[in-house]
């Protein structure tokens, strides 16, 4: 029995699709006018992460994910790199591409883009103005007037006298409330525009995901999802618009994933403290970065440091020496494994605890590898199968363990005097073969002598 915590209830609570066995599941996704940082990565992994266990758990699920590809700080990028935002937005669309292929992060059925939705924007924001809860001061733009709506505040927990207290009307702004939000921004000279029944201008941004999730998966779907940075206001204000354009409940759960952190700051570009997807996978193996990002649970942060990624490191390490030598055969036994695994996911993807279970059965594998080879490799194919469920431990051990050899050693040269040590030693030539280990330890080659034969990988 699946419970997931809702971030509305405050609560965990047992999850029942709104329509019998289908789950439908729509998630923020990017602002595209740079390189993802590795706080975009934690969302997608976690929600890819989601995505896996709900289909293993057999539900007939729909995942959409949007792009927002129109907004202030895509216009300035733009303006600043002398192209055009489209030009912009396409290019960092295929890095984001490239950066989720990397990190093994299934990509969403369905990637709606907020310029290819405008009519649908208009519309909602026309059925808000004709119901009294938006209104269009003549100036170009529409504002959501908050005070009407009476659940306002009902995800963050805010309550709208305390918002006011401090809030201010900008010169250039028509508001009849500071609290009210745009949803349609009039044109300002050089920016890219749409033509509207208030005149040429471009959406707010909170207006776009209300329209693209509705779009997609119905007035009222199964799961709302994105980093915990956008509860308030970004969520607060979907909920505000959709209900009240709709008159139905907007998502039945609503989950948030912690953020990355530097030093106790959350990572953020706004912060210029932030290292792009890119930037670490060009120094670590993509599984270890991953592994990192689904070992901590998806709803706590995770304190970005270099001894972080060593330990997530470490960790795959031990299981793919455990994988090992072993022949990639199905998954044989260890059922108990996969009852202690599926009670840790189920109670609100509890990866911690999941992970705990592949640590066991890697114990396991270990202790039987010598005396019950068979058994073994049965529970290794068990290993790989739990492992593909969190996204990792698909890879060939080996190739794994010599990540990053290329180029420091030359893997001929490394065989071969393995080959020369093993023929020393076959010829009890002891002297000769601690020297060649010597040598293979100089150049960083770490031996590991085991029943099936001599392996190696880099130190390190």
Request: proline content about 2%.
């Given at each position: 029995m699946l419970t997931i915590y809702n971030t509305l209830s405050k609560t965990k609570e047992v999850f029942k699709p709104l329509e019998g066995n289908k789950v439908r599941m729509y998630v923020c996704g990017m602002t595209?006018?740079?390189?993802?940082?590795l706080g975009h990565g934690r969302s997608m992994v976690a929600f890819d992460l989601v995505t896996r266990w709900l289909r293993y758990s057999g539900y007939d699920l729909t995942?959409?994910?949007?792009?927002?590809?129109?907004?202030?700080?895509?216009?300035?990028?733009?303006?600043e790199n002398g192209e055009s935002f489209d030009a912009l937005t396409a290019r960092m669309i295929d890095a984001m591409h490239e950066d989720e292929r990397r990190l093994n992060i299934l990509p969403p059925d369905q990637e709606p883009r907020a310029t290819d939705h405008i009519a649908g924007m208009h519309a909602?924001?026309?059925?808000?103005?004709?119901?009294?809860?938006?209104?269009?001061?003549?100036?170009?733009?529409?504002?959501?007037?908050?005070?009407?709506?009476?659940?306002?505040?009902?995800?963050?927990?805010?309550?709208i006298e305390d918002l006011r207290i401090g809030a201010r009307i900008e010169v250039d702004e028509a508001k009849q409330d500071p609290l009210d939000f745009v949803l349609w921004k009039g044109v300002k000279p050089g920016e890219p525009s749409w033509e509207s029944p208030w005149g040429a201008g471009r959406p707010g941004w909170h207006i776009e995901c209300s329209v693209m999730s509705t779009c997609c998966l119905g007035e009222s779907f199964d799961i709302h999802g994105g980093g915990n940075d956008l509860e308030f206001p970004h969520h607060e204000n979907e909920i505000a618009q959709s209900e009240a354009a709709t008159g139905k409940q907007y998502a039945n759960s609503w989950m948030h994933c912690g953020m990355i952190r530097i030093n106790g700051e959350k990572m953020s570009k706004s912060l210029n403290n932030f290292f792009t997807i890119r930037d670490v996978l060009d120094k670590y193996?993509?599984?270890?970065?991953?592994?990192?990002?689904?070992?901590?649970?998806?709803?706590?942060?995770?304190?970005?440091?270099?001894?972080?990624?060593?330990?997530?490191?470490?960790?795959?390490?031990?299981?793919?020496?455990?994988?090992?030598?072993?022949?990639?055969?199905?998954?044989?036994?260890?059922?108990?494994?996969?009852?202690?695994?599926t009670a840790a996911m189920n109670d609100d993807f509890g990866t911690p605890e999941a992970?705990?279970?592949l640590f066991d059965l890697v114990r396991e594998i270990n202790r039987l590898r010598e005396n019950d080879p068979q058994a073994a490799a049965g529970l290794a194919g068990r290993l790989r199968e739990l492992g593909d469920l969190l996204g990792v431990l698909q890879l060939d051990a080996d190739d794994f363990l010599r990540a990053g050899a290329e180029g420091k050693v030359n893997a001929a040269e490394v065989e071969a005097l393995?080959?020369?040590?093993?023929?020393?030693?076959?010829?009890?030539?002891?002297?000769?073969?601690?020297?060649?280990r010597d040598q293979l330890t100089a150049m960083g080659v770490v031996l590991e002598d085991g029943k099936g034969g001599t392996t190696w990988r880099l130190a390190d």
């Open positions: 595209v006018y740079d390189f993802c940082h995942y959409v994910r949007n792009i927002t590809d129109i907004d202030d700080k895509i216009i300035n990028r733009a303006n909602m924001i026309q059925t808000l103005i004709d119901k009294g809860y938006a209104y269009a001061p003549g100036n170009g733009d529409v504002y959501y007037r908050v005070g009407k709506f009476v659940g306002y505040g009902k995800l963050s927990r805010k309550k193996h993509p599984e270890v970065v991953r592994y990192l990002l689904v070992s901590s649970h998806y709803r706590s942060s995770i304190n970005y440091s270099e001894d972080s990624l060593r330990e997530s490191k470490g960790a795959l390490e031990r299981f793919y020496h455990a994988l090992r030598g072993l022949p990639r055969v199905a998954a044989a036994g260890g059922e108990e494994y996969v009852e202690r695994f992970c705990a279970v393995i080959q020369a040590r093993l023929q020393a030693r076959a010829d009890k030539n002891w002297a000769e073969s601690d020297r060649i």
